[in-house]
Every structure is written in structure tokens, then in C-alpha cells.
């Protein structure tokens, strides 16, 4: 439900390239971690329905997950999180979380100009 704004947004800015560069968008890059607080999915739902009738309409949505990890706090490593363990595949330590897919960003806008 909170992607809609999240999505107006994403629409917003690929329009103002498109404008600036008068051309239209074929295509948006995203890169959205497990752990953001978004979802992929909900995010394609309300594009189609944003970009009509704007410079993103027909825009292709390409969606990057990024896989929560883990660091350990004995050996450093990074490792993702397996189903109800926090601990190192390599040493066994503590995992601690990290940033690693808490990402949201436009990683690349596809202009099409005439
Ligand atoms: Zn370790």
C-alpha cells in the first residue's frame, strides 16, 4: 500500500528526465533490497497504472532484489541469513545485520529520444 507514493515518485523524477531531454522512458532500473520496506511487486502494480498518459507509459520496470546479509562478528565475513539462524557459515560466530538489502534507489532511466 505504501508504494504507491514511493512509485508517483519514481514516475515524477524519470518524467523530468524524459522532458528535459525530450524524449520519452522505455525503461526504469531499480534496485530494491528484501529489507527496504518495499516490494517489488507492489511497485510494478501501481507503475502501470502512474505512467499512463505520461512520458513513462509502455516504460519497461526492471526490478533488482538485493538479498539481506549478514556480517560476522567473529571471522567479518558476510554471509545471507539462513531460516531461523544468525550464525556464521564459516566460523559459526554471530551474525549482526548490516545495510546490505535495506537499498531503494534508481540505479538507471532509459530515454528514448526522437
Ligand atoms: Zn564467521
Redesign the pocket.
Known sequence: MHEYPITLRIVEIANQQANEANGRVTGIHLVVGDESGFIGESIQMYFDVIAEGTPCEGASLSIERVRPKLQ?T????YFERRPFSFS?P????DGRPTKIGKEFYIKDVELEVD
Do not use: E, L, M, P
Not at 567473529?74 to 565475513?77: D, F, K, P, S
Not at 564459516?90 to 560466530?93: Q, S
Open positions: 560476522c567473529a571471522c567479518g565475513r556464521c564459516f566460523c559459526g560466530g
